[in-house]
């Protein structure tokens, strides 16, 4: 029997409950995912007594609530996982659901109402993680509806500038006001623009990769190919000019000129594309102050400790504070930075956990970029391949911008560290991210 054929093979029905939720011995990875979850709710809840007697010298009235909401959410998660995708990665949830509970507990130390609506958010995001699995059970799907995907998320990125729905906060126009919620619409934007440029660059790599005079081995490439590299350019330019942001646009840029690379393997993308977001960046700085004030206060903030530069300032003095072994959970100072919950979480930890605390996150970013590159290196087809290693590149660059923005080794960008920060938008639509990694490493193991 061919391999297609088994892929397209229906599971056998089998009405035994622990059959279908595949709970015998025959799945070692979901096995090993419930005891990765395990320690992770215990790491957390450790995390969260301990802030608790560090802030008040008291264990938490509520850990119990605390505590049985990380378990509905994380069984709930891992038992529609057995049911949806059995032989999917048993690291990635794991480690998303560790990264969400060390941030829920950091911003239960900050704000105990932003803590309340992280919660409620995590729940709605482990719901887009279940949605996304019982609704993809196939990648391929995805590429069918490329076109209507990226007009979507074209339309999502637009959707800030439309009169009385966009909200301008700091002097970016990135997010909606719809009744009483507040949101980012780019991050789910970043979602289905990535789906649409790993399916039209499957298709047209033979284009986009052929270089001038046909079999000739000639370093430059054709004209119309680089048709691509211009649109995603004009496009970023765009979201500069009328949004007034700078981080996601790199990102949406980068993720483009990346997945492009990896399809085509043509160093010069690379090269073409650093070039052109580097002028953006230079004409951006002109035109907008908030841009040219980001570039100022990294090259010296001390300068401007008491205006623009304070926010920065304040973050380096709490990493400097942590040190190694940190103050102790709960015996900071984070309040003294501001908009710390969702801008510099990762300074509020530093401070508290020290550097160990951090080098953890940085390495948990590392096993969950790794993880997503396993999915892509094991994916069944082209189209998956390129997905699963353009939703890792997003997860990983997101995450190097802010930790790198915070200890000054870049500008600040102002996107949002995943899992981490506070913020619903970014935390549902990371959970879902995952979610289509899970199901293209489902697929992938199935062929090995």
Known sequence: MS?????????????????????????????????????????????????SLGKSATIPSNIIPILAVLLALSLTAHLGTRWLAPNADPI??????LLNGLGFVMITRID?????????????????????????????????????????????????????????????RLWIHLGPLTFQPVEAAKLLLAVFFASYFVEKRELLGHPIGGDKKVTLIE??????????????????????????????????????????????????????????????????????????????????????????????????????GGTGLGRGHPTLIP?????????????????LGTTAIVFAFLILVGAGLRAALRAKNDFSKLLAASFTVIIGLQSFFIMAGIVRLLPLTGVTLPFVAYGGSSL?????????????????????
Do not use: C
């Open 3 to 51: 391999t297609g054929n088994l892929l397209t093979r229906p599971r056998p029905v089998n009405s035994d409950w622990r059959s279908k939720f595949h709970l015998g011995k025959k799945n070692k990875r979901r096995t090993t995912e419930l005891g990765l979850l395990i320690i992770s709710i215990i790491i957390t809840i450790s995390a969260y007594v301990v802030a």
């Open 92 to 97: 990635m949830l794991p480690v998303a659901s």
């Open 112 to 172: 105990y109402h932003e803590a309340i609506l992280q919660a409620i958010w995590s729940a709605v995001g482990v719901a887009g993680y279940l949605a996304s699995l019982y609704f993809i059970r196939n990648s391929a799907v995805l590429d069918r509806y490329r076109y209507l995907l990226g007009a979507g998320g074209i339309a999502l990125l637009m959707l800030p500038l439309v009169p009385k729905l966009g909200v301008n906060i700091n002097g970016v």
């Open 223 to 324: 004209v119309r190919a680089l048709g691509p590299i211009f649109a995603a350019w004009g496009i970023s330019l765009l979201i500069m000019t009328a949004e007034r942001d700078v981080g996601f646009s790199l990102l949406i840029f980068l993720v483009f000129i990346i997945t492009l690379w990896l399809a085509t393997s043509r160093k010069t993308y690379l090269i073409l594309g650093g070039g052109l977001f580097g002028l953006g960046t230079i004409v951006a700085s002109i035109l907008f102050s908030h841009v040219r004030d980001r570039l100022v206060v990294w090259l010296n903030p001390w300068k401007y400790a008491s205006t623009i530069g304070y926010q920065l300032i304040q973050g380096q003095f709490a990493l400097g504070y942590g040190g190694v």
């Open 339 to 355: 908009v710390v919950a969702s801008d510099y979480i990762f300074a509020a930890i530093g401070e508290e956990m020290g550097l």
């Open 428 to 448: 549902v639509a990371n959970y879902v991210l995952i979610a289509i990694l899970m199901r293209i490493s489902q697929e992938g193991n199935l062929l090995q």
